[in-house]
């Protein structure tokens, strides 16, 4: 089943990784070549992991199972929420709270309790508050929107984590272990891939990249809950696997270009 081309993930510049110096070595088997000191990504292996990943999302999510989204990272966050909300499925995209798996009901509890907030709010219960009171719980219901509003729906463990880089996202990687809640990850080359369930070998910083995985992801998601057919993509070769082009062959002007937005990103990062 085509579920992703060869020249989709081309296209989105998956097969990027890290800068040589910047690597996991448990990553070499997923490691095709390098090129300019940036690793290239063996996307035959890529599509064959992510199918893997996608029927298992799907299953999962043909159970009933909540698929919980995690990217917390500046340019990952739009991409979440947008393909979290299409799905119907709960995430996290501003930070990750301690304890969201492991101390789950103390979680559940601050939910309930913004959820409370808004509808006192809404049904005004609070209007004859004096205003210091009623700007102090403006604020609490504020704050909870800001880390919660994401989970708001979230009324049990998931079943399956989905996130975006596990070398950021590392808590959120140790809690589901801990609990052996099944984790699929875009996992780029400076990545442990042993940690993580179901690894997808590809860039996690490039936003076009990022959000192609994920709106796979989410598309299984709801495939499974609504029992939807996939549509298949044309292969190139029909009966064949598609392989990786040559090294020589790889585009140099969108390996310039991705690393520049990688200079930038760390000229970023280098200001917070």
Known sequence: MALLSMKDLLEAGVHFGHRTRKWNPK??????????????????????????????????????????????????????????????????????????????????????????????????????LPLKERIKLEKELNYLRRNLDGLRNLDRLPGVVYLIDPTVEVHAVREANLLGIPIVAICDTDSDPDQVDYPIPGNDDAIKSTRLITARIADAVIEGREG?????????????????????????????????????????????
């Open 27 to 128: 990553m070499a088997r997923y490691i095709y070549t390098e090129r300019k000191g940036i690793h290239i990504i063996d996307l035959g292996q890529t599509l064959d992991l992510f199918e893997r990943a996608y029927e298992f999302v799907r299953s999962q999510s043909a159970q009933g199972k909540p698929v919980l989204f995690v990217g917390t990272k500046r340019q990952v966050q739009p991409t979440i929420e947008e393909e979290a909300k299409r799905c119907g499925s709960p995430y996290t995209n501003q930070r990750w709270i301690g304890g969201c798996l492991t101390n789950f009901e103390v979680i559940r509890r601050r939910i309930l309790h913004m959820l409370e907030l808004e509808r006192n709010f809404a049904e005004g219960k609070y209007e004859r």
């Open 228 to 272: 939807l057919q996939t549509t298949e993509a044309p292969a190139t070769e029909p009966g064949e696997p598609e392989v990786m082009p040559r090294p020589e062959l790889l585009s140099v002007d969108t390996e310039a270009h991705l690393m520049e937005m990688w200079e930038e990103l760390a000229g970023e990062e280098g200001k917070d």
